[in-house]
């Protein structure tokens, strides 16, 4: 959508400073409506952590709190608040615990105190002592976008805008895909602004693969409908959990987390009930996944082809309704998606950009610099993301996080996508222009197509104008009755590149290829397509803008030479991404594989064998462990401490592999 910046969020908040004590103290932070009150995020050194680590405070929630930190020098700061909790802001995942106190998070705690008490002057006296070494607010993030989709109606615009040319010959029998010009553009939709190929180029990708499920993408936004009938069957489910249940039954600190958490409520139930939702999730979550070749509904980048199952879709929910998330539900539902097996992040969000108009927009970060002071917390987490996710034995080493750039039309992208580890995505229209409203220049990495309905706005009637021209995807029946309507925006372009390297990632899948997660961006931005090429820059892009104060749109126009060379890489480009991928990386191998006496671990024979049913496994020593093989997956089981050799067959391969057992294990069983 439009005046946005980075749909489901400009999160345009009021700065509050993240200290350490390796920096010079910065001024206090106004406080204002966008910080929780009563609250702040404090990293305490290893000493304190160790005292509340004896309290037996390892968990978060409301039943793991302390109301007294037994250090006298936090204790006399913390006094001016009265009383007071202290809960980890991680809860304890006790399969990566290990790793998180590698990372220092374990170091992170919410100090919690009456909205009354006197936050700045806690503030200030929390970041002078020695067992403090950072402190940050708590502050809510704000969506800030403007009215809601646009039902699916092809009979206001069918006249003005055939699609019947636009149907890929012999793909999915998917009912909508010909109005999705931005999979598939034939540039015959009844308009010379749809240009032939102006899409993700991914019908001739579709010929090599068509999405994998062991490559899952943890989307972070609203809510995904989980009965929608396009996006049921792509839900990443956990299959160690109980779903409604009120324990916590794998040990990951989430109790009843099937299709993920809904972190914005506190709650394993993934809500899209809301009457201020707007469907934003769903929309995301089926531009890359919906099952595609179901004779309904739409196709997607990586749902799979009918008969092998896509990516799947991850709900890290931060947003409900007017129940707006905070960064603590968001730095979790980062860390939740590593330690859960999400590759991919999906982040249509972000700050405002610092390069933004002051007149409508509160301007934000405008330096790698400004944002880490403010958000070491957020940094921290996203870190946390790049460098844990994956495995070194699987697809990828490493996580990528992918951001909307931002909707301001200002010359920069927003952060965090701006900051040099993550990919941020600039919006096109489906001609290869800059859609109108998109952020462009520093920090935009990529582009892709994100609709642009201003551009568009002479093609449809009444509330379809220019909805031909924006993202056709999947939304809950709350929102629109037939579960399908249009968006636009630089958070509908994040969702093509993330559907797009979650395409890829499952080609090397299926090519048992392995990446370092950076070797994956650098091919994603040598694969993409030119955009310079196909614009006209004699003559300015027109397109048409509502003006409030007269109540009518008026002609306008954007001059494209602003935006040479400022696009990042070019558009993404799924057919050059996959064929970059054939060759590179390096060969997979079987990993070593530890586990904890009376537990299990399972491995997806997929990742290595092209054929699981011609495996077979041996054990060397099963007083120590067993194997067993089972729907295309091999169990290990651990029975006594110590380590054995074994054998895995198939395919014409030998792999020969160690089976550790022992207590404490970490990082899912991985070696």
């Given at each position: 959508?439009?005046?946005?910046?980075?749909?489901?969020?400009?999160?345009?908040l009021?700065?509050?400073?993240g200290?350490?004590?390796?920096t010079?103290?910065?001024?206090l932070p106004?406080?204002?409506?966008?910080v929780?009150?009563?609250?702040?995020l404090?990293?305490?050194?290893?000493?304190?952590?160790?005292?509340?680590?004896?309290?037996?405070?390892?968990?978060?929630?409301p039943?793991?709190?302390?109301?007294?930190c037994?250090?006298?020098?936090?204790e006399?700061?913390l006094?001016?608040a009265?009383?007071?909790?202290?809960?980890r802001?991680?809860p304890?995942?006790?399969?990566?615990?290990?790793?998180?106190?590698?990372?220092?998070?374990?170091l992170?705690?919410?100090v919690?105190?009456?909205?009354?008490?006197?936050?700045?002057?806690?503030?200030?006296?929390?970041?002078?002592?020695?067992?403090v070494?950072?402190?940050?607010c708590?502050r809510?993030?704000?969506?800030?976008?403007?009215?809601?989709?646009?039902?699916?109606?092809?009979?206001s615009?069918i006249?003005?805008?055939?699609?019947?040319?636009?149907?890929?010959?012999?793909r999915?029998?998917d009912?909508?895909?010909p109005?999705?010009?931005h999979?598939?553009?034939?540039?015959?939709l009844?308009?010379?602004?749809?240009?032939?190929?102006?899409?993700?180029?991914?019908?001739k990708?579709?010929?090599?693969?068509?999405?994998?499920?062991?490559?899952?993408?943890?989307?972070?936004?609203?809510?995904?409908?989980?009965?929608?009938?396009?996006?049921?069957?792509?839900?990443?489910?956990n299959?160690?959990e109980?779903?409604?249940?009120?324990e916590?039954?794998?040990?990951?600190?989430?109790?009843?987390?099937?299709?993920?958490?809904?972190f914005?409520?506190?709650?394993?139930?993934?809500?899209?009930?809301?009457?201020?939702d707007?469907?934003h999730g769903?929309?995301?979550?089926?531009?890359?996944?919906a099952?595609?070749?179901?004779?309904?509904?739409?196709?997607s980048?990586?749902?799979g082809d009918?008969?092998?199952?896509?990516?799947?879709?991850?709900?890290?929910?931060?947003?409900?309704?007017?129940?707006?998330?905070?960064?603590?539900?968001?730095?979790?539902?980062?860390?939740?998606?590593?330690?859960?097996?999400?590759?991919?992040?999906?982040?249509?969000?972000?700050y405002?950009?610092?390069a933004?108009?002051?007149?409508?927009?509160?301007p934000?970060?405008?330096?790698?610099e400004a944002?880490?002071?403010?958000?070491?917390l957020e940094?921290?987490?996203?870190?946390?993301?790049?460098?844990?996710a994956?495995?070194?034995?699987?697809?990828?080493?490493g996580?990528?996080?992918?951001?909307?750039?931002?909707?301001?039309?200002a010359?920069?992208a927003?952060?965090?996508?701006?900051y040099g580890?993550?990919?941020?995505?600039?919006?096109?229209a489906?001609?290869w222009?800059?859609?109108?409203?998109?952020?462009?220049?520093p920090?935009?990495?990529i582009?892709?197509?994100g609709?642009d309905?201003?551009y568009?706005y002479?093609?449809?009637?009444?509330?379809?104008k220019?909805?031909?021209?924006?993202?056709?995807s999947?939304?809950?029946?709350?929102?629109?009755?037939?579960?399908?309507?249009y968006?636009?925006?630089?958070?509908?372009?994040?969702?093509h590149v993330?559907?797009?390297?979650?395409?890829?990632?499952?080609?090397?899948?299926r090519?048992?290829r392995h990446?370092?997660?950076?070797?994956?961006?650098?091919?994603?931005y040598?694969?993409?397509?030119?955009l310079?090429?196909?614009?006209?820059?004699?003559?300015p892009?027109?397109y048409?803008?509502?003006?409030?104060?007269?109540?009518t749109?008026?002609?306008?126009?954007?001059?494209?030479?602003s935006?040479?060379g400022?696009?990042?890489a070019?558009?993404?480009?799924?057919?050059?991404f996959?064929?970059?991928?054939?060759g590179?990386?390096?060969?997979?191998?079987?990993?070593?594989?530890?586990?904890?006496?009376?537990?299990?671990?399972?491995l997806?024979?997929?990742?290595?064998f092209?054929?699981?049913?011609s495996?077979?496994?041996k054990?060397?020593d099963?007083?120590?462990?067993?194997?067993?093989?089972?729907s295309?997956?091999?169990?290990i089981?651990?029975l006594?401490?110590?380590?054995?050799?074994?054998?895995?067959?198939?395919?014409?391969?030998n792999?020969?592999f160690?089976?550790?057992?022992?207590k404490?294990?970490?990082?899912?069983?991985?070696?």
């Amino acid at each position: 959508m439009k005046k946005i910046s980075a749909i489901i969020a400009a999160l345009a908040l009021v700065a509050c400073s993240g200290v350490t004590t390796e920096t010079l103290q910065p001024a206090l932070p106004i406080f204002g409506e966008d910080v929780v009150k009563g609250e702040l995020l404090v990293r305490f050194d290893e000493s304190v952590a160790e005292i509340i680590d004896r309290a037996g405070l390892t968990k978060s929630g409301p039943s793991n709190v302390m109301e007294a930190c037994a250090i006298p020098s936090v204790e006399e700061v913390l006094a001016i608040a009265g009383k007071y909790r202290i809960e980890r802001v991680f809860p304890v995942d006790s399969r990566n615990e290990e790793l998180s106190r590698k990372e220092g998070l374990h170091l992170w705690y919410r100090v919690s105190f009456s909205e009354d008490a006197p936050m700045d002057r806690i503030y200030a006296e929390l970041t002078k002592l020695g067992e403090v070494s950072a402190v940050n607010c708590n502050r809510r993030l704000k969506k800030n976008y403007s009215g809601k989709s646009i039902a699916f109606d092809p009979g206001s615009f069918i006249a003005s805008a055939p699609v019947g040319g636009n149907i890929p010959g012999g793909r999915f029998n998917d009912e909508l895909l010909p109005y999705q010009w931005h999979l598939v553009n034939k540039g015959s939709l009844g308009s010379t602004k749809f240009l032939s190929g102006a899409d993700v180029n991914v019908e001739k990708a579709w010929d090599l693969c068509t999405g994998d499920p062991s490559i899952i993408v943890a989307v972070l936004d609203e809510g995904i409908d989980i009965n929608h009938p396009d996006l049921k069957d792509a839900l990443w489910v956990n299959e160690d959990e109980i779903w409604r249940s009120h324990e916590d039954n794998d040990g990951n600190g989430y109790a009843g987390d099937v299709y993920g958490y809904n972190f914005a409520l506190g709650t394993p139930i993934i809500s899209t009930d809301d009457n201020n939702d707007s469907g934003h999730g769903s929309h995301v979550a089926g531009v890359i996944g919906a099952v595609n070749n179901n004779g309904r509904g739409i196709s997607s980048i990586a749902g799979g082809d009918g008969t092998k199952p896509g990516v799947r879709i991850m709900s890290c929910q931060i947003f409900s309704g007017v129940k707006s998330g905070t960064v603590l539900d968001e730095v979790r539902a980062i860390k939740y998606a590593a330690d859960n097996g999400a590759v991919i992040l999906q982040c249509s969000w972000g700050y405002t950009s610092g390069a933004a108009n002051a007149y409508d927009w509160q301007p934000m970060y405008s330096t790698d610099e400004a944002w880490m002071a403010d958000n070491m917390l957020e940094r921290k987490a996203l870190d946390y993301f790049i460098h844990n996710a994956g495995s070194p034995d699987g697809v990828i080493d490493g996580g990528i996080a992918i951001f909307a750039g931002g909707n301001e039309s200002a010359p920069a992208a927003g952060y965090p996508g701006a900051y040099g580890d993550f990919i941020s995505v600039a919006a096109t229209a489906g001609d290869w222009t800059p859609a109108v409203y998109t952020n462009y220049g520093p920090g935009t990495t990529i582009s892709a197509p994100g609709g642009d309905q201003d551009y568009y706005y002479e093609y449809g009637e009444g509330s379809q104008k220019g909805a031909i021209g924006c993202v056709l995807s999947t939304l809950p029946s709350t929102i629109t009755p037939d579960g399908y309507g249009y968006m636009e925006g630089t958070s509908m372009a994040c969702p093509h590149v993330s559907g797009v390297v979650a395409l890829g990632l499952s080609y090397a899948a299926r090519l048992h290829r392995h990446f370092k997660s950076e070797e994956i961006i650098e091919l994603l931005y040598s694969s993409a397509t030119p955009l310079e090429q196909f614009w006209n820059m004699d003559e300015p892009k027109f397109y048409y803008k509502y003006v409030t104060d007269l109540g009518t749109n008026y002609r306008n126009s954007m001059n494209l030479n602003s935006f040479k060379g400022r696009m990042g890489a070019g558009q993404v480009n799924a057919y050059a991404f996959l064929k970059a991928i054939e060759g590179a990386g390096s060969e997979m191998s079987f990993p070593n594989v530890s586990v904890a006496p009376g537990a299990t671990t399972r491995l997806d024979l997929l990742t290595y064998f092209d054929d699981p049913s011609s495996v077979s496994v041996k054990v060397d020593d099963t007083s120590i462990a067993t194997a067993a093989l089972s729907s295309n997956k091999l169990t290990i089981s651990g029975l006594a401490e110590g380590q054995t050799s074994a054998t895995i067959t198939g395919d014409g391969k030998n792999f020969r592999f160690v089976v550790s057992v022992r207590k404490n294990i970490s990082n899912g069983g991985w070696l």
